[in-house]
């Protein structure tokens, strides 16, 4: 296990949920509910879930694609989100 990789990968994921919109629909979702531990256990279940699917893609595309690629893919990708981000409309 290289536990290096272990925790540089828990606390990136960690800090890029926080304040996420899966965060903020699990609060919504576990503010107007009977039953948080329902909405815990769920939103538990998704993230897991999601995280395996995005390493077995990446696992994927790993074989198909030189490393150096992936990242630029990947660069661009979130420079894309951060432009859309900072450049979209108010909607107030």
């Given at each position: 296990m290289d536990?290096?990789?272990?925790g540089l990968s828990f606390?990136?994921?960690f800090l890029a949920e926080i304040g996420d919109k899966s965060q903020l629909a699990a609060i919504a979702l576990g503010g107007t509910s009977k039953y948080p531990r329902a909405v815990f256990l769920g939103s538990t279940v998704a993230l897991i879930l999601a995280s395996?699917?995005?390493?077995?893609?990446?696992?994927?595309?790993?074989?198909?694609?030189?490393?150096?690629?992936?990242k630029a893919f990947a660069a661009i990708g979130f420079a894309i989100?951060?432009?859309?981000?900072?450049?979209?409309?108010?909607?107030f």
């Open positions: 536990w290096q990789l272990l606390i990136t994921v395996f699917l995005g390493v077995i893609a990446g696992g994927g595309f790993a074989q198909i694609l030189p490393e150096r690629l992936l989100m951060a432009l859309r981000l900072v450049w979209q409309p108010h909607k």
